[in-house]
């Protein structure tokens, strides 16, 4: 799928799976407040609520820390279907990104199929192909601070 509007041949997608022993509905509620995002998103920094109840046209400001650097992000819900999906867009003057959870349940377990999809805009566009590792990177450690935060829930 195309992210704001750009073929998907040049949008960069990671993905990741966290499995806690946890019930679905609490990890749902807890990941659709993205204001949580600071426990369990190792690049997220800062997150607040700027308008909305959680649902879908929720915006929150978004601090991230990538490669060194502090940049902002305004994040809008663009889907909540409990206790199942939900889908951030997140974007910047250089960056549009969608936060893709998709959860299942099994056993009394709780599985979390976490997809973050990045299209670089501007001259960072052309930086794109060099950024792949550093955000795979971010992919891991975000795996292990999603699966660490979801324990403790």
Known sequence: ??????????????????????????????????????????GTVACTRRSGDGGVGTT????????????????????LEPPHRLVLRGENATVVGRDTLVLTSADGSTRVD???????????????PLLRLPLEKLGNDSQKTLLGALSRL
């Open 1 to 42: 799928m195309p992210v704001g509007g750009v073929p998907s041949d040049i949008v960069i997608t990671i993905k990741r799976t966290a499995i806690v022993s946890k019930p679905l509905s609490q990890v749902f509620d807890y990941l659709a407040d993205f204001r949580n995002a600071v426990e369990w998103d190792s």
């Open 60 to 79: 929150y400001a978004n601090t991230s820390k990538f490669l060194g650097r502090k940049t902002d992000l305004t994040y809008v819900v663009e889907t």
């Open 114 to 128: 976490y997809t973050a999809a990045f299209d670089f805009k501007g001259a960072v566009r052309f930086l794109q």
